[in-house]
């Protein structure tokens, strides 16, 4: 999702990076901003024609007033963007396909032209609805900026993030104890029914799998199909994330280890990896590089976290995770080029409206973390930093906690799909097992060589659009899921291990 392009080493940065780094993006979608053109006739909320960036048709885009708090209604009130991408064929004029983001915290209409990449069977016959849910986007934007930073030079671990936490609160205009999941799902329906569809086929990708599965429960008529992909159960605080990293990377490791080319070439990397660590741990290291954009020659301030954020956000694809056993020996041989492309590639991925995102965990999520999930939390170096840096945010960011049945399973007989990747860095296969206990008819799929986020993989992608068309779990076809689509790891700079015979003789007959 590169909202924040990587131009001649400047960035602009949430002061909340480091907390925000819990983010559980969709990282496959490319994250694409609206057309200047967008909504010039929009003046009362009713659909007007417009232009989203990367999709080449006209579509409708409009929005909801509503009120800010919900107990209030005759109080403030906030625009509640939305975008309709009309079905081919309109065969299902009453129904729509409402494709939820991640984050907490991205917009779903900056995405447009990555769901209607992902979704366009879908659309073949049904509207793709996308809705910026309160706080991101257009929908009153709750956000943290610093301004532009020399992203190279830029010191990440020297933010005051209470500091920064209280800067962004003081910038807000917003109650920010009213941009919750459940406040938010409210302005769902209203969109539903101001745009008159009867059923909503929902998709949430990660962060929006909650969103999904709290549609399911507070308005399970207005539900026709689910299908939760990188499942974020109800039961589980996403602050557990640190966890499934540290798992994602020793299965990368254990990958390495178990391919022959990989292990001869890189025999030691998961002690280079934990040298590396150790190394920043002490201090920062500060060396020249070439630009990854410009090549020319800069100095570059590798901290620990910043090359602890390349690490995980390179295992959410497969193309920068094959990257990563070069990219770390050649970090342990005091080389960082490497890591430099990948940080360029992954920086700004996690393209978050900070102030929504805060709102949302701080009140959904940290108060969650018991004293057993604290202490694992306190030995992995992921869960310690991203819960530390939520703790400090969060105590500025006063929002009031939800209550305790927030947290029960979606109980349920509507048909749910529910899509996982057995390399996610994010949301790890157990976590959907979690969410499907209590509905009784799902059908859970795990695509053993994928990351976060596996509905943008076109045998995926044609799953879903089967299952928005049966509107039933039995008889999908899905082996496909199980293919190898494995890459082979990079051995050096231009060099890509062959992939295995099989799997070399099943992409042919494609």
């Given amino acids: 999702m590169k909202a924040r392009i990587f131009r001649q080493g400047v960035l602009k940065l949430s002061p909340l990076a480091g907390a925000t780094l819990l983010a559980l993006a969709a990282a496959s979608l490319p994250s694409l901003a609206i057309d200047t053109n967008m909504l010039d006739k929009e003046l009362d909320g009713s659909p007007q024609s417009c ?30 963007h939305y975008a309709v991408l009309p079905a081919i064929k309109p065969s299902f004029p009453n129904e729509a396909f409402l494709a939820i983001a991640g984050g907490p915290g991205q917009s779903a209409i900056d995405n447009a032209a990555g769901f209607e ?30 301004g532009l930073i020399d992203m190279l030079a830029y010191n990440d671990e020297s933010v005051d993030i209470k500091v920064e936490a209280q800067k962004c609160l003081d910038a807000q ?32 990708v990660s962060y929006g799998s909650r969103m999904a599965q709290l549609y399911l429960k507070q308005h399970p008529d207005s539900v026709a199909t689910t299908v939760l992909d990188g499942v974020v159960p109800m039961q589980q605080s996403v602050i557990a994330i640190g966890e499934a990293i540290d798992r994602a990377v020793d299965l990368m490791l254990q990958d390495c280890g178990n391919t022959p080319a990989c292990q001869k070439q890189f025999p030691h990397l998961g002690a280079e990896l934990a040298s590396v660590h150790e190394r920043l741990s002490q201090a920062p290291v500060e060396t020249r590089v070439q630009h990854p954009l410009t090549g020319e020659i ?4 590798l901290t620990r976290s910043k090359f602890a954020g390349v690490v995980r956000l390179a295992l959410y694809s497969a193309n920068t995770r094959a990257l990563l056993p070069y990219a770390i020996h050649q970090a342990a041989n005091h080389n960082y080029q490497a890591i430099l492309g990948l940080y360029g590639m992954t920086v700004g991925s996690l393209d978050l409206a900070g102030g929504m995102h805060n709102s949302v965990v701080c009140g959904e ?9 604290k202490a694992r939390l306190d030995a992995s170096y992921y869960g310690s930093q991203m819960f530390n840096g939520l703790a400090e945010a969060c105590a500025i960011w006063q929002v009031p906690e939800v ?7 979606v109980s349920s007989d509507k048909p749910v799909l529910l899509l996982s990747g057995e390399l996610d860095p994010a949301t790890p296969p157990g976590w959907a097992e979690i969410a499907k206990e209590h509905l009784s008819n799902s059908l859970h799929l ?6 976060h986020g596996i509905a943008r993989e076109s045998c995926v992608a044609g799953i879903v659009a089967e299952f928005v068309s049966e509107a039933s779990v039995k008889e999908l076809d899905s082996a496909c899921v199980t293919k190898d689509i494995r890459r082979g790891f990079y051995l050096n700079a231009s060099t890509v291990e062959p992939l295995p015979a099989a799997a070399n003789s099943a992409q042919t007959q494609e």
Avoid at 63 to 70: C, D, G, R, W
Avoid at 186 to 203: C, N, S, T, W
Avoid at 365 to 373: E, G, K, N, V
Avoid at 403 to 409: H, K, L, N, S, Y
């Fill in 298 to 301: 800069q100095p570059f301030l």
């Fill in 403 to 409: 209550p305790a049945d927030f947290a029960e399973g």
């Fill in 446 to 451: 795990v695509a053993p060589y994928s990351g």
């Fill in 173 to 204: 205009t917003s109650d920010i104890t009213q941009y919750g999941s459940l406040t938010a799902l409210g302005d769902f329906e209203a969109v539903r029914k101001a745009l008159g569809y009867q059923k909503l086929h929902i998709y949430g």
């Fill in 117 to 146: 990449r992902m979704f366009q069977k879908v659309r073949q016959t049904r509207d793709i609805l996308l809705i910026d849910q309160r706080g991101t986007g257009r929908s009153n934007l709750l956000q943290c900026e610093q």
């Fill in 365 to 373: 999520d940290m108060h969650r973390i018991d004293p057993a999930m």
């Fill in 51 to 80: 232009y989203l960036s990367g999709i080449s048709d006209r579509v409708r885009c409009g929005f909801v007033k509503v009120p800010e708090n919900p107990s209030q209604p005759e109080g403030k009130q906030i625009e509640v």
